[in-house]
Antibody, heavy 120, light 113 residues
Framework: EVQLVESGGGAVQPGGSLRLSCAAS????????MHWVRQIPGKGLVWVAR????????TYADSVKGRFTISRDNANNTLYLQMESLSAEDTAVYYC?????????????WGQGTLVTVSS | DIVMTQSPDSVAVSLGERATINCKSS????????????LTWLQQKSGQSPKMLIY???TRGSGVPDRFSGSGSGTDFTLTINNVQAEDVAVYYC?????????FGQGSKVEIK
């Protein structure tokens, strides 16, 4: 079964840092681009970052550029999101998702999400 | 970025009736090279993560009941839920991935009257 499991969320003070992880299983992780998408509770979905299959290329939403870093460890089937200089506006549930654009033009599956709360 | 706009924001239907949600993209998301519309419908039930429901605008995902159908091309798309069941209560999002970054509609909530 294809599965993505996020971890690392929690409460952090403004200006703080946090690293999220996404453990992948059930598929050849190193063959797929991966994404992070966030959702403010009760609000819509917003794409955050994308990394290519070998980790050599990444793109970011303007709102996180320069503060967040997406990376991956293909040997351990894990995706990461390093978040720095966090503010209240970064409070959200963060989802990782597999890129299946070539076969389905979409993201599938999505992980269960991990909640990040930035508050003093 | 391509802007995705859904309507309505919320729709209430009786059990067994039909629900229709529309999605409009700010530019065409049809690829002439492969003849596909890069439009996905996602379903998000309360407390759960999004799930891909329909891709390529009209292809149902694995295990998705056939009461769900998608249509449209270019810039205008529709999700139809026939014979709405209680378990269909959710927020539905359209997503384009024709161009990076992938973008989402604001969501449409389906409720039971």
């Amino acid at each position: 079964e294809v599965q993505l499991v996020e971890s690392g969320g929690g409460a952090v003070q403004p200006g703080g840092s946090l690293r999220l992880s996404c453990a992948a299983s059930g598929f050849t992780f190193s063959s797929f681009w991966m994404h992070w998408v966030r959702q403010i509770p009760g609000k819509g979905l917003v794409w955050v970052a994308r990394i290519n299959s070998d980790g050599t290329s990444a793109t970011y939403a303007d709102s996180v550029k320069g503060r967040f870093t997406i990376s991956r460890d293909n040997a351990n089937n894990t995706l990461y999101l390093q978040m720095e200089s966090l503010s209240a506006e970064d409070t959200a549930v963060y989802y990782c998702a597999r890129d299946v654009r070539s076969s389905r033009g979409s993201f599938d599956p999505w992980g269960q999400g991990t909640l990040v709360t930035v508050s003093s | 970025d391509i802007v995705m706009t859904q309507s309505p924001d919320s729709v209430a239907v009786s059990l067994g009736e039909r629900a229709t949600i529309n999605c409009k993209s700010s530019q065409s998301i049809f690829s002439r090279s492969d003849g596909k519309n890069y439009l996905t419908w996602l379903q998000q039930k309360s407390g759960q993560s999004p799930k891909m429901l329909i891709y390529w605008a009209s292809t149902r995902g694995s295990g998705v009941p056939d009461r769900f159908s998608g249509s449209g091309s270019g810039t205008d798309f529709t999700l139809t839920i026939n014979n709405v069941q209680a378990e269909d209560v959710a927020v539905y999002y359209c997503q384009q991935y024709y161009l990076e970054p992938a973008t989402f509609g604001q969501g449409s909530k389906v409720e039971i009257k």
